[in-house]
């Protein structure tokens, strides 16, 4: 996907806040990018399917970079709906939480797996490239069985609960709301170019505000303020009606 820069926009703020660095209307574009995504949520994104791993029950999103998500839509799992459960829920439903491999210290999980090409006395190329596959001790499946939730433990990570079994390939699709990274330099063009009415009222809202400054002007800055708001409003309902509008039929009423 292309991607246009935050700088892109600073002719279009200069006008309003003369005398301000470039730099200081560049973060203040992010920083108003991140609130327009964050209140609209229109920066949609699925990433692509994944299968989980047995064992494994926390997964980092997989995003494009200078990216965080902000909202998870929707998680499938083999094309059945997970059920999303807040840090709460998921504790109060699953109080044992989940450990890796069902808690198993990494001597127990690799006690069955034949040694490998670690301290042998001699160089041996095939000692170094055929080292044995790794086998799964059963005791690391006690806990599992198949996911039926799914919960996010930091901004950056989720966890599946129970732990994922080996019984069968669990195949995941997520659909989420993405916002700039805070070290972003730019986003999704597309996007961009759909939320710049709304970015560019934020931005100049805060920008207008900054005291002991030449361009400082509370009036017009309460003016961007109502213009932000209605920006907003109504792309956080044309996302959440979409393009795709219904046919409209008019019938009769029937008279006995």
């Known amino acids: ?34 609130r327009v995504c964050e209140r609209t949520l229109s920066w949609r994104y699925t990433p692509p399917v994944f299968n989980l791993t047995p064992g494994v029950h926390e997964y980092n999103y997989v995003k494009p970079a200078e990216t965080d998500v902000h909202v998870m839509f929707a998680a499938q799992l ?25 808690g ?32 799964m001790p059963d005791a690391a499946m006690d806990e599992a069985s198949e996911p039926r939730s799914v919960t996010q433990l930091t901004p950056d990570k989720f966890i599946v609960l129970p732990l994922p079994d080996d019984t069968k390939v669990y195949a995941l699709r997520l659909l989420c709301a993405l916002k700039p990274s805070r070290t972003a330099e730019g986003m999704d063009e597309v996007v961009f170019n759909d939320l710049e009415e709304a970015i560019l009222h934020s931005a100049l809202q805060h920008l207008l505000v900054l005291p002991n400054v030449g361009w400082s002007d509370r009036e017009l800055a309460a003016y961007h303020a109502k213009q932000t708001l209605r920006e907003i409003s109504e792309r956080r309902a044309r996302a959440n009606l979409g393009n795709v509008r219904g046919t409209m039929r008019a019938t009769a009423p029937k008279f006995a």
Do not use: H, K
């Open 1 to 34: 996907m292309a991607t246009r820069t935050f700088a892109s926009m600073v002719p279009r703020l200069n006008p309003s806040v003369p005398g301000c660095p470039q730099y200081t209307m560049i973060q203040y574009i992010r920083d108003a990018a991140i």
């Open 78 to 102: 083999n094309g059945s709906p997970l059920d999303r459960l807040t840090l709460e829920q998921a504790l109060y439903q699953y109080p044992q939480w989940a450990d890796l491999y069902s």
């Open 104 to 135: 198993l210290t990494p001597e127990e999980l690799w006690a069955e797996t034949g040694s490998g090409a670690v301290n042998t006395s001699a160089f041996n190329e095939s000692v170094f490239n055929e080292n044995p596959a790794f086998v």
